[in-house]
């Protein structure tokens, strides 16, 4: 078996020098290589398959962004990590969108090949490469131009109304997913664990937010999705809003950030795959069979969570929305209470059309003490989140 | 009221009277008025006010032994008091600057003007006219405050470089010296096989010479000698090399700085040039070379923290100045002297200024930047601080070609400036 191959890029050789000498006790398991810009970088990339390419983010010529853009296209499966020495995250956003791990030089020797052996491992056990190509193509996933609208609104309205930006923040997919995989990163400021989305939205500061949004309307403005893919998305994000709004009130307190952004990522895989096709990747998407070129959604989305180093609970969540749920005795935890929104949110308008109704689970689950323990007309509560999420998304 | 003709002189006089009275009292300015020896001989209502005292009491005193009174006072003696010297010339003084003493003997700052009165040729006395600007100093003082803003706006752009410039030789500072602390256990472990094999402290003198050999060659290997031996030497040197680098990044940030002081000083500017280069480096380094030719100069009587502010800008702007995704570009800072003047250019081969908008590069606000990538004020602040050295600022630029910036400093500095 071949060793994984890493890859660094750096244009300060001294850089390379201290990395090749304090990473020579990984020489028995990687195989390093070396590059002193971009251009050689790619080189070496179009002449060996790579895991992990680990690049600085300014350089002359071409830059760290571009090159990491670049990969993303032409080589998809290599997991992309930035080291960097800059400290703006505001000039950082172009690399935020083309890379999958942030670090700040410094960084310790051990903390990067930790990084470095989290992304050697790809989580798809049968469709490994292919799950990691389909997921490493997505930069950011697809927002509907509704959304971008609200945003925008939103920040421009941040000085009369401060709330308006995080409860738009928390009904966007895509915004949502970026700040949680940002939000991981000592780059973009460190912050408590366990953060909804308003603590990362304030943690990050509105430019940042600003530069995040215009640089994804950029992203996806320009695309115009086919009419059965744009029904697809709407009834998908109706979904995942209304699941979000249900598992405000069905996790526990302490469950309840993690709970709204998995519920709100929910169909991550779908979109992932999608953003690839928009990008102009022949890829065969069955959204009926929830499969990309042959690869089930869930393992997609499961990898790209995976690359984005996403939250463990929120990634159990995630992947276990589509399996039958055996809540254990001490409660249902984020992935339970998420299955248990998605199950009730089924029964109203906003049901995903490619899942069932899963009754006699969802009644056992209602009979959990976690739930049966509250008075609450359920099904009401389901039917008034996805008459909510309908709402906003007519407006 | 009606009014006769009989009447009309009385009249006027009158009105006349109330217009002085009216002048005297509700004008903002001090005024009096003095003999020829300098008593006191009218006071208006604002000078009383502004110096506590009630007219009947100023009325006939020494002015100077009232305004300059001892200990508070600014401890002019009788004879050096610019006052009396002015009447004693009979010439009158426009806006000079004096410092006055209240009763309760705290002092003030003034701006006065002194007019002899004269009774044919004879010298009768004169007017001083006297404001006080206490408000006035407060507000320049909080215009300066201002600008020191703007000079921070300038050096928080340049933070975040700096920090870049730091960060990077410590990662590698950091690994080289893992690197090295691997190595040395490497070869720690190394010499004591060689000192069993020595049969140091042990009591296996009869190893065989071949078992010896083995071990030897065994360790060195596991130690992988040849690669440690290639390795360290750099490791060391680029380890020092790093330290070195943000020592002298600390050394160039704290003369760039420079006792900011309004203190004029003489100074050496290559200095400061070579400075400010190390400081910009990360605001430069990926777009252009900066090549330095700075000629023998003396030291030049100036603010070197200002001067540096505006290399800084004009470094800046250089780089800002070479086109998006072009070939990597020059910039030539160079010095030399002409006459009593120092000429520093600083010059582009980037995209040019637009003739239309050459003439508006020096004013306030003017930028071409985008948002948040210039206040406008770097090259407004230029001029400004080039004329404060009693110097001047020119530009020249070819579209496509480049711009040069050239400023002219006299080596002592603005003559007759106080400071």
């Known amino acids: 078996m071949t060793k994984p191959r890493v890859l660094f890029v750096d244009d300060e050789p001294r850089i390379l020098d201290g990395l090749r000498r304090s990473l020579r006790g990984k020489r028995a398991g990687w195989d390093m290589s070396f590059a002193p810009g971009g251009e050689a970088a790619l080189e070496l990339l179009a002449g060996a398959t790579h895991d992990v390419i680990v690049s600085d983010m300014r350089m002359p010529g071409m830059d760290g962004a571009e090159l990491l853009t670049r990969v993303s296209t032409q080589y998809p499966e290599v997991a992309r990590v930035v080291l960097s020495g800059h400290t703006e995250p505001e000039a950082a956003i172009r690399v935020a969108i083309a890379g999958h791990r942030f670090l700040t030089k410094p960084t310790e020797t051990e903390t990067l090949t930790g990084v470095i052996e989290q992304l050697i491992v790809k989580t798809s056990g049968t469709h490994g490469t292919q799950a990691r190509r389909i997921a490493g193509t997505a930069r950011t996933l697809p927002t509907l131009p509704a959304q971008v609208t609200e945003l925008s609104a939103a920040l421009s309205a941040q000085d009369s109304d401060a709330g308006r930006l995080p409860q738009a923040v928390s009904l966007d997919t895509a915004l949502t997913a970026k700040l949680l995989q940002l939000s991981n990163s000592a780059f973009f400021g460190a912050r408590p664990k366990n953060a909804g989305i308003a603590a990362i939205v304030t943690a990050m500061g509105v430019p940042t937010i600003q530069a995040l949004v215009t640089a994804t309307a950029a992203l996806w403005s320009p695309t115009t999705w086919e009419p059965e893919v744009e029904e697809y998305l709407r009834t998908a994000w109706r979904h995942a809003v209304a699941t979000a709004n249900l598992v405000e009130s069905v996790a526990s307190p302490a469950h309840r950030p993690y709970a709204h952004a998995a519920a709100l990522i929910q169909d991550i895989g779908a979109l992932a795959a999608l953003a690839g096709v928009a990008g102009g990747i022949t890829r065969s998407v069955d959204l009926c069979l929830r499969r990309c070129d042959g690869v089930p959604f869930q393992e997609v989305g499961v990898e790209l969570m995976h690359l984005w180093g996403l939250p463990a609970p929120i990634v159990t969540a995630v992947a276990e929305r589509e399996m039958r749920h055996e809540p254990a005795e001490a409660g249902l935890g984020v992935a339970g209470a998420v299955r248990v929104a998605h199950l009730l949110i089924q029964g109203t308008e906003a049901r995903d059309l490619s899942d069932g109704m899963h009754e006699e689970e969802l009644q056992n689950l209602l009979g959990h003490p976690q739930m049966a323990s509250r008075s609450c007309d359920w099904a009401a509560a389901a039917d008034t989140a996805s008459e909510r999420a309908g709402k906003w998304l007519a407006a | 009221m009606s009014v006769s003709p009989s009447q009309l002189p009385a009249c006027r006089q009158k009105a006349a009277e109330a217009f002085h009275a009216a002048v005297l009292d509700r004008t903002a300015e001090g005024l009096y008025t003095t003999d020829s020896a300098g008593h006191m001989t009218s006071v208006n209502r604002a000078a009383a006010l502004m110096l506590g005292w009630t007219e009947q009491e100023l009325l006939g005193r020494s002015l100077h032994d009232v305004l300059h009174a001892e200990p508070a006072g600014n401890g002019h003696r009788a004879e050096d008091c610019p006052l009396a010297r002015s009447w004693a010339a009979g010439v009158p003084a426009e806006a000079a600057d004096d410092r006055y003493v209240r009763k309760d003997g705290t002092t003030f700052e003034v701006s006065y003007s002194v007019s002899p009165v004269h009774v044919g040729a004879q ?185 540096n502010q505006v290399f800084l800008n004009l470094l800046v702007n250089a780089a800002d100045a070479m086109p998006e995704g072009g070939e990597r570009g020059e910039i030539k800072v160079s010095t030399q002297v002409e006459g009593l003047m120092v000429v520093i250019r600083f010059a582009d081969n980037g995209t040019g200024i637009p003739e239309p908008i050459r003439k508006a590069v020096f004013d306030p606000f003017f930028t071409t930047k985008e948002v948040g990538k210039g206040t406008g004020q770097g090259l407004a602040l230029a001029h400004a601080v080039c004329e404060q050295h009693g110097g001047t600022i020119e530009v020249q630029s070819e579209l496509g070609a480049g711009t040069e910036f050239i400023l002219t400093l006299p080596i002592s500095g603005k003559r007759g400036r106080t400071t």
Not at chain 2, 173 to 198: H, I, K, S
Request: hydrophobic share 45%.
């Open chain 2, 123 to 307: 010298l009768a006395g004169v007017v001083v006219a006297f404001r006080d600007l206490t408000e006035a100093k407060l507000s320049q003082r909080r215009e300066l405050e201002g600008g020191h803003d703007q000079k921070l706006e300038a050096l928080g752009r340049l933070s975040a470089g700096l920090a870049h410039e730091i960060n990077t030789p410590i990662q590698f500072v950091g690994d080289n010296t893992r690197f090295l602390a691997e190595a040395c256990q490497t070869m720690l472990q190394l010499l004591l096989v060689y000192r069993r094999c020595m049969g140091i402290g042990l009591s296996s003198a009869e190893m065989p010479w071949e078992e010896r050999k083995r071990r030897a060659e065994d360790a060195e290997a596991t130690a992988d000698i040849e690669y440690l031996a290639a390795e360290v030497p750099g490791a060391v040197k680029q380890s020092l090399e790093g330290i070195d680098r943000v020592a002298s990044l600390v050394r160039a940030m704290k003369a760039f700085s420079y006792k900011d002081t309004k203190e004029h000083a003489y100074a050496d500017l290559n200095e400061g040039i070579r400075t400010t280069v190390v400081v910009a480096r990360n605001e430069v380094k990926y777009v252009a070379d900066v090549v330095l030719d700075l000629g023998e100069l003396p030291d030049v009587l100036c603010n070197l923290g200002d001067l």
